[in-house]
C-alpha cells in the first residue's frame, strides 16, 4: 500500500493531477507504477509485477562482511528496505517498503 509520498507533485500525479510539465506518456508510466505500489502487498508482489524494473537500493553505510554466497546489495535492501523502480523515460521511483507499505516516494531523474 502506498503510504508516504515524498513530493507534492508526486502526490497530485498520484491524487489524478494534471502536472504542468510532463509528457504525457511519463505520467501514465508514474500512474501506472504508483497503482502497482499501491496494489502489492508484500516485496514478492512487486517482483511479480516488475521483473527487473525492481533494484534493491544498498544503504552502504551498513557494513557487509559475509560473503559466502549472499548478495550485498540483496542483503542491504533487506535491511532498510529501500527499493528503486524504473518508471522508464530516464526516470525511477525510490521508496522503502515495510510490512506491505511503501513510505517516501520520491521521483529522480535516473542518468547511466
Not at 508516504?4 to 497530485?12: D, E, I
Not at 506518456?25 to 508514474?30: F, K, N, S
Not at 524494473?53 to 533487506?78: K, M, Q, T
Amino acid at each position: 500500500m502506498l503510504k508516504t509520498v515524498a513530493t507534492p507533485s508526486l502526490r497530485a500525479i498520484w491524487l489524478g493531477r494534471q502536472p504542468r510539465r510532463m509528457h504525457s506518456r511519463l505520467l501514465l508510466a508514474l500512474r501506472r507504477d504508483l497503482s502497482i505500489i499501491h496494489a502489492a502487498v508484500s516485496i514478492d508482489d512487486l517482483a511479480l509485477a516488475c521483473g527487473d524494473r525492481l533494484e534493491p537500493l544498498a544503504d552502504e553505510s551498513i557494513p557487509f562482511d559475509d560473503p559466502a554466497g549472499v548478495d550485498a546489495a540483496e542483503h542491504a535492501a533487506g535491511e532498510t528496505g529501500m527499493y528503486s523502480l524504473d518508471v522508464g523515460y530516464g526516470w525511477r521511483l525510490h521508496f522503502q517498503f515495510h510490512d506491505g507499505e511503501a513510505h517516501g516516494v520520491r521521483l529522480e531523474e535516473h542518468s547511466r
